[in-house]
Every structure is written in C-alpha cells, then in structure tokens.
C-alpha cells in the first residue's frame, strides 16, 4: 500500500528536486501526486513500498537536517556582510503584497479589539 513520504505544499522547487534525485539515488520507487486544477489536491511524494518508509524517513530526515544547516549557514554570512534580507528589502520588492498584508492585519486587530470593546459595554 502506497504511504505518504514528504507533502509539497509550500516546498521550494529546489528542495522537491533533491528530494526526488535522493530517492531515485536510493532506488526507493515512488511517485508524485499534483495539487490538481485548483490546487485542492495534496501535493506529495508518494512511497509505493511501505516496506521502505523507514529507510526513506531516515533518509529525508538527514537531508533536512543538512539543508537547514546549510540555510542557517547562509543567512549567518549575509548577516555578517550586512546583505541579510529585511523589511525594507521587502518593502521595495513588493510593496503592494506588503501594503496588502499591513492593511489586512490592521482589518483583523480593529474587529477583534471592537468585539472586546462592545463585549465589555454591554
């Protein structure tokens, strides 16, 4: 019976390619699953041996670790030579996301501030 390995939603391309060169590396037969039309569907690397979960589950546990150390590694060195990404750089790269998700935000905290308020008078 085929037993879900890593769910794709989210995931960089990049690390979904990796973690497909690791399996087939590995000859762990699987398979992928789209997130469909509508992106209603699971995206997910499938194991059709559940035999081998265990073996895939150490194996995609090791590679995260490494990936996270390398991301981590990353970032120290753009923090040290001041070129790490904030807000501003964020800003000017999308300021209308930005603008969007502050207006959102601010929406969310005035209706529940104003529930609390109209609670508290009655």
Same mark, same amino acid.
């Given at each position: &019976? ?5 769910? /794709? ?5 990049? +690390? ?14 699987? !398979?992928?699953?789209?997130? =469909?039309?509508?992106?209603?569907? &699971?995206? %997910? ?12 589950? %150490?194996?995609?546990?090791? !590679?995260?670790?490494?990936? @996270? %150390?390398?991301?981590?590694? +990353?970032?120290?060195? /753009?923090?040290?030579? =001041?070129?790490?990404? @904030? ?5 000017? @790269?999308?300021? #209308? ?9 601010? /929406?969310? /905290? !005035?209706?529940?501030?104003? #529930? ?7």
């Amino acid at each position: &019976m085929a037993k879900i390995l890593f769910r /794709l939603r989210g995931v960089p391309d990049d +690390e979904a390619e990796e973690v497909r060169e690791l399996l087939a590396a590995r000859g762990i037969d699987h !398979y992928e699953t789209p997130p =469909g039309n509508w992106g209603i569907s &699971m995206p %997910a690397i499938w194991l059709r041996d559940e035999s081998r979960l265990d073996e895939a589950r %150490a194996l995609l546990d090791e !590679y995260q670790r490494k990936r @996270q %150390a390398r991301a981590r590694e +990353e970032y120290d060195r /753009l923090k040290r030579e =001041g070129r790490h990404p @904030q807000i501003l750089d964020k800003l000017r @790269q999308e300021p #209308l996301n930005v603008v969007v998700s502050l207006a959102v935000v601010a /929406l969310v /905290l !005035y209706v529940s501030v104003r #529930l609390i308020v109209d609670l508290v008078n009655r």
